[in-house]
């Protein structure tokens, strides 16, 4: 029997101790117009071999490196990923334990995920982040709801080239609400436009992504000025982790909360999940933070240990009143983007960066010189808008069967932009890769 | 972390008792307000207070307050009624003083009372005493 | 002398990665640089993060010192109420990490993600079949996220109906996060107390719903490990008003193949794949919450739904009455598939059997500890049963000082301090993957610790000594916070 250990010998003697005559009768108090008593309409067990033959056969028809060459963000990127983390993460003590609700024998989680506090908090500029979220537009939209919690004012602006999924989540959460939440356009170098702002009053936030949806890099101080100047928290949300090993950090810009998308860190894309939602304040904002914080102390004899700390915060504790309603978040995850942090190193991130955006600029000229457009002159980091020559429906098909994936169509999210693609390339996308997709697409 | 006897409780004489542990003391015209020996012994090592702005006024029995120890998290209504004069800034800092001397050094805020006989219907050390002991 | 599992042993010591490394240093092999350097305006350069520079054998080293100063259900029995702390199976873990599942972008083509979708529509129908719902989503990806889909989907049913209802019902005994996500969504919630047998009673409720009442929120079994009993005579109760019941689902290893929640009321729920479904609880997450329908709810299901035409598989969006999206892409993938690989490696019978014997391990102990522990509820119990430390207080000695001894004898301690209707409650669930004689060491060591609390009681005070560190400073850490190095 796989993972049920009891021998009928066990069974016989524990329901001889519980006094009962079979497992049946254990149920005995659950009326028996509650009872199920068919059979599940499941598949028949598969032994471990079978399995593996199923689940080969189902991984093999997806599309991936490297027989397809996927030039989609869009919010999940491809990036390498050393050995030595998915070695590291494979360690049972770490993957098997629970929650740290018991910090004697949490230790290695504990000073784990204080260690990711520390450097995603380093990453983004900030003072402090907590220990993690579901995914970066989960982390948007608690972001925003701090905001209205802190400023006490019921009414946020985002930006319509915020990702387009994490501004659904975010009208989703914000629904039953009441509060209002407004979108500023964009303009035609492919940045927010925030001149909306001057005629809107009683906001609590304003949120803006950098690098945005089409990856450009907004002038993250300017709007900020602004935002301060309207006495709302200024909120900077980013999907591409990545992005702040080379440019100018949020914190540096004087953001009050900075959320987003931590998958870049050493977290394989797995079709969308699990993510890491990154959260990063103030120390002033810190008892209004969502989500779990691991603290530093001191134990019994004075030695150093980290314990989960300002619980009162959340739900176990304030119920109703708390700051989220999030218990299980993305612990491993977070585990998963320190251990990268760290492998990677200050110098090394830099470089990593650097590299993510000299590839993006290249094929960027190249694509340049096969008769494509770039459609926005902002500067990007490793994503950017083309619009191809025109039948570019049958050239996306054509690539396709050349198992290339020439980025994210985005006509669904901007019906503006019916002929113009999302592209982008990271240090896995070789030259001889960006070489073969321009020929396609000069033919 | 061993919590005191109903005998051990410190309910000082010159004091008034509201039903949920607050305490109230006239002093002249103000009325100072904090939380009694029972109500600190009972949350444990306190680790943080929020209190009012001054200038703020709160109706009696209205939540102006709130305690938290490491694992909970206590509500303070108001015993008497009226407009906060001053808040005990100390506690920001120093949380632990709630524990250390809740009557004194702990206190929470002084209050300039819009009716003073909301005293009355507070309780008296004998009058807490006797409730304490009969819920136990 | 009798040998206890927990005993001392060689783990070092480890600073944190700023404390060690060096300039220079680096633990990743960076690319081959093939296409030139390009101008990069000086007003987006920034400075790039303060990280450490460490090499690969710091950062192996590092967490594999780490890791061994943790506990797992892999190092040994780990009974934590309401967490269902059972085996994950390997197998799993080698199946999500096939590179088909791990490499794939969740905007692909339909044509190029047919594996992963007929992996989730299966699941899907699994998951309807278990809890005996009509549909399913997979987007929440724990199950506090489910409980505020399921909360945000009454909201939307209550909506369609042109009805805005104010408040939810909520047992006592009720997990945390139920009141935090009915506060999410704007509803206040209406407390309930549960009766002398620890289960909800049918007056109590009659006596609370009413025509502004959007529902209940009911786990069952509750977290005193009971059978709500009265659950189907409540749903009546809160239908006839026009009400929804939603069900926790937390605690669903009792009930596969043995009860099917659809069946006797419910309308929505949600399941822990990182509880029931065998996936790892990795520290803290990621878990996956996904939450099963009736029919009626089922056009207010987040978008996109898997939907299958003709053999194929596709993410459909046209919903109209869809509340939207609350994750960015389609939930935590890499968990279904450790979920989906579970259920087709047990098979309906061994799923049932799994539950049976859950059932069994907790009666067991129950029976076992009864003597020794105060059993506030001594009556059947499902997969968990619920004790207090009203014998030991006497000698000063508490829930927690126990839990801490637990420790050095080489068990993970149970849920203490919850459910919050128990003073000083131990909450303890052993799962049907514990085997007998682990079952008995723990029934052992737990006597002997109930022994030292009347011997000895100041070794409990003083536990646990055998762990990487002593009890730790909690209210330092909460008065003067420090959350980064």
């Known amino acids: ?443 | 972390m061993v919590m005191k006897e109903i005998s051990e409780l410190n309910l000082p004489d010159d004091i008034r008792y509201a039903n949920d542990h607050e305490w109230a003391r006239l002093e002249g015209d103000k009325v100072r307000v904090g939380l009694d020996d029972y109500a600190q012994d009972q949350l444990g090592d306190i680790v943080f207070v929020e209190l009012p702005q001054v200038g703020a006024t709160f109706k009696q029995g209205e939540e102006f307050a709130t305690v938290e120890s490491v694992k909970a998290v206590c509500e303070c209504y108001l015993p008497v009624g009226g407009k906060i004069l001053a808040v005990n800034s100390a506690l920001e800092e120093s949380p632990e003083l709630v524990n250390k001397s809740p009557y004194g050094d702990g206190w929470f805020v002084e209050v300039d009372p819009s009716d003073r006989s909301d005293m009355d219907t507070l309780m008296t050390s004998v009058a807490c005493l006797e409730k304490l002991k009969g819920a136990d | 002398m009798k040998e206890f599992l927990g005993t001392t042993g060689l783990i070092l010591n480890e600073p944190l990665l700023w404390e060690k490394g060096k300039k220079g240093r680096c633990g990743f092999s960076l690319p081959r640089r093939d296409v030139e350097s390009f101008p990069i305006n000086d007003d987006i350069l920034g400075e790039g993060p303060d990280f450490p520079d460490l090499s690969e054998m710091d950062v192996v080293r590092h967490y594999t010192r780490l890791s061994q100063w943790n506990f797992g259900v892999d190092t040994g029995m780990y009974p934590l109420g309401s967490c269902t702390m059972k085996y994950s199976p390997k197998t799993n873990e080698r199946q999500a990490g096939l590179q088909g599942f791990t490499g794939a972008h969740p905007l692909l083509p339909a044509s190029l993600s047919q594996g992963v979708l007929k992996m989730m529509f299966e699941l899907e129908q699994y998951l309807s079949e278990i809890s005996g719902m009509d549909a399913t989503t997979l987007q929440p990806a724990a199950g506090a996220h489910g409980e505020f889909t399921g909360i945000l989907l009454i909201y939307a049913f209550h909506k369609s109906k042109g009805v805005q209802r104010s408040k939810l019902i909520v047992p006592d005994t009720a997990h945390g996060t139920n009141p935090a996500s009915i506060a999410l969504c704007g509803y206040r919630p209406v407390p309930v107390t549960s009766n002398e047998q620890g289960i909800l009673s049918v007056e109590a409720i009659a006596e609370v719903m009413d025509e502004d009442t959007a529902g209940i929120m009911v786990t069952n079994p509750n977290t005193l490990g009971l059978f709500e009993e009265n659950g189907r005579k409540i749903a009546e109760i809160v239908h006839a008003k026009g009400g929804l019941v939603y069900c926790d689902g937390a605690n669903m290893n009792a009930m596969m193949g043995v009860v099917k929640m659809g069946h006797i009321g419910v309308d929505i729920m949600h399941l822990n794949l990182h509880k029931t479904f065998s996936t790892p609880h990795g520290g803290g997450g990621p878990g996956s919450g996904p939450v099963c329908v009736k029919k009626p709810l089922e056009p207010f299901l987040p978008i996109p739904r898997v939907v299958e035409q003709k053999g194929r598989y596709v993410l459909a969006e046209h919903y109209p009455e869809s509340i939207g999206k609350i994750a960015a892409f389609h939930g935590n993938v890499g968990v279904m598939i450790k979920a989906y690989s579970y259920i087709r490696s047990m098979g309906p019978k061994k799923l049932k059997k799994a539950s049976q014997l859950a059932v069994l391990n907790a009666n067991y102990i129950k029976e076992k500890l009864k003597g020794v522990l105060h059993l506030p509820y001594d009556r059947r119990c499902m997969h968990e049963c619920v004790f207090s430390d009203e014998y030991q207080r006497a000698k000063k000695v508490t829930t927690l000082d126990m839990a801490k001894g637990l420790m050095d004898f080489g068990f993970h301690p149970p849920t203490v301090y919850f459910p919050l209707v128990v003073h000083g409650a131990i909450m303890i669930e052993p799962t049907e993957t514990e085997s007998k004689e682990d079952i008995d060491q723990f029934i052992e060591a737990f006597k002997a610790i109930v022994d030292e609390a009347s011997t000895d009681p100041d070794v409990l005070h003083e536990a646990p000594k055998n762990c990487k560190v002593r009890r730790l400073d909690e209210t330092t850490a909460a008065r003067k916070p420090c959350l980064a190095g």
């Open chain 1, 1 to 443: 029997m796989p993972y049920l250990p009891h021998t009928r010998e066990d069974m016989a003697s524990m329901l001889k101790t519980v006094g009962v005559d079979n497992l049946d009768h254990l149920f005995s108090t659950i009326p028996e117009d509650c009872r199920f008593n068919g059979d599940l309409n499941l598949p028949e067990p598969l032994t471990e071999w079978e399995l593996n033959d199923h689940m080969a056969a189902l991984a093999h028809s997806v599309g991936v490196s490297p027989e397809y060459k996927v030039f989609m963000g869009a919010g999940s990127y491809e990036h390498f990923v050393p050995a030595s983390i998915s070695y590291l993460l494979s360690r049972s003590e770490f993957v098997t334990s629970y929650t740290p609700y018991q910090p004697e024998m949490s230790q290695g989680t504990l000073q784990a995920i204080y260690e990711y506090q520390t450097l995603a908090a380093r990453l983004v500029g900030m003072e402090i982040a907590t220990a993690s979220h579901y995914d970066g537009a989960t982390a948007l939209a608690e972001s925003l709801l701090m905001a209205v919690r802190v400023t006490k004012r019921r009414r946020v602006a985002i930006s319509s080239l915020i990702h387009p999924l994490y501004r659904r989540v975010i009208q989703t959460y914000f629904e039953p609400t009441g509060c209002e939440v407004e979108e500023l356009g964009y303009l035609e170098n492919g940045v927010t436009d925030v001149a909306a702002l001057d005629e809107m009053d009683d906001l609590a936030a304003v949120a803006v992504q950098s690098p945005n949806f089409f990856g450009c890099i907004e002038n993250l101080q300017a709007i900020g000025k602004k935002v301060h100047e309207k006495e709302a928290l200024f909120v900077v949300s980013f999907t591409e982790a990545l992005a702040y090993g080379l440019l100018k950090n949020p914190g540096s810009q004087d953001a009050d909360i900075v959320c987003g998308e931590g998958q870049s860190l050493g977290i394989p894309r797995s079709f969308g999940g699990p993510g890491l939602g990154i959260l990063a304040s103030h120390k002033k904002y810190m008892r209004s933070l969502p989500g779990r914080l691991v603290g530093q102390t001191t134990d019994l004899e004075g030695k150093r240990g980290f314990v989960l700390t300002l619980a009162t915060r959340e739900q176990h504790i304030r119920r109703e009143k708390a700051t989220s309603n999030i218990c299980t978040n993305n612990s491993l995850c977070a585990l998963a983007a320190a251990m990268y942090m760290a492998s990677v190193g200050g110098s090394g991130i830099r470089e990593l960066a650097r590299l993510n955006y000299d590839r993006a600029e290249y094929l960027k000229h190249e694509l340049e010189g096969a008769g494509c457009k770039v459609s926005f002159d902002s500067p990007t980091f490793n994503e950017f808008v083309v619009e191809f020559p025109t039948g570019f429906a049958a050239t996306y098909e054509r690539l396709l069967e050349k198992r290339i994936v020439a980025g994210l169509p985005l006509a669904r999210y901007y019906p503006e932009l019916a002929n113009h693609c999302l592209l982008c390339v990271t240090e896995t996308r070789s030259k001889d890769d960006m070489d073969a997709l321009v020929r396609e697409v000069a033919s």
